[in-house]
């Protein structure tokens, strides 16, 4: 089945610097890539998310790119503010009625 | 729409004990999740459904688990007897079609057993 490996576990920024959270899957024929935010004792929410057939996505501070051959896809948040804060998962999945495998989860603290 | 409901929103009960938690996906929504967290494990996707039938329970601990979906506006997932390692946020959420749409979560069980 997928493995989705993400790094780092922790993530500690000062505030208006970039953050970058990266993660790795195993599957060739995963096609979509989510990612969720949880903030504190809340639940996820997706914040963006990519499709096989493009090699990135933007949505004001944040982006996300995909590299397929590498099988590897980033999150990148720039001009953090502390209401950025948060745990962030991605996820990849082959689509159809696959599950959706989660990375452990990236810690990121952004520093007033 | 109040999106996925669930409850209860919070759970203590004794080893031994049955618990069950129910999860009411979002009106239209053909796929359901549920999901257990843990700091040691994270987010682990437990079972699957897709028009109210399992798709995929590779994820389900152990036989004490078990979960139900009798229609597209109701599912449970039970644990009978419970015990302290089960203690956990469990997450039910729902989606249009499959894993390859947004999945939307519910506020989460907290459970504990003492």
């Known amino acids: 089945g997928e493995n989705v490996e993400q790094h780092p576990s922790t993530l500690s920024v000062q505030e208006g610097d970039s953050a970058v959270i990266k993660c790795t899957y195993s599957d060739s024929a995963s096609n979509y890539f989510p990612w969720y935010k949880q903030e504190l004792g809340k639940r996820p929410q997706l914040i963006i998310d990519?499709?096989?057939?493009?090699g990135e996505k933007k949505d004001q501070r944040i982006a996300v790119t995909l590299n397929k051959t590498a099988k590897h896809f980033s999150l990148h948040i720039t001009e953090t503010q502390p209401e950025d804060s948060a745990v962030y998962f991605c996820a990849a999945t082959p689509g159809g009625y696959q599950k959706v495998t989660f990375g452990t989860g990236t810690k990121l603290q952004v520093i007033p | 729409d109040a999106g996925v409901i669930q409850s209860p929103r919070h759970e203590v009960t004794e080893m031994g004990q049955e618990v069950t938690l129910r999860c009411k996906p979002i009106?239209?929504?053909?796929?359901l999740f549920w999901y257990r967290q843990t700091m040691m494990r994270g987010l682990e996707l437990l079972i699957y459904?897709?028009?109210?039938?399992?798709?995929?329970d590779s994820g389900m601990p152990e036989d004490r688990f078990s979960a139900k979906m009798p229609n597209a506006s109701f599912s449970t997932l039970k644990i009978q007897p419970s015990e302290p390692r089960d203690s956990a946020v469990y997450f039910c959420?729902?989606?249009?079609?499959?894993?390859?749409?947004?999945?939307?979560f519910g506020q989460g069980t907290r459970l504990t057993v003492v």
């Open positions: 009106s239209g929504h053909n796929s």
């Open positions: 990519i499709r096989s057939n493009v």
């Open positions: 959420a729902s989606s249009k079609e499959g894993g390859t749409t947004e999945a939307f």
């Open positions: 459904f897709n028009n109210n039938v399992p798709i995929d």
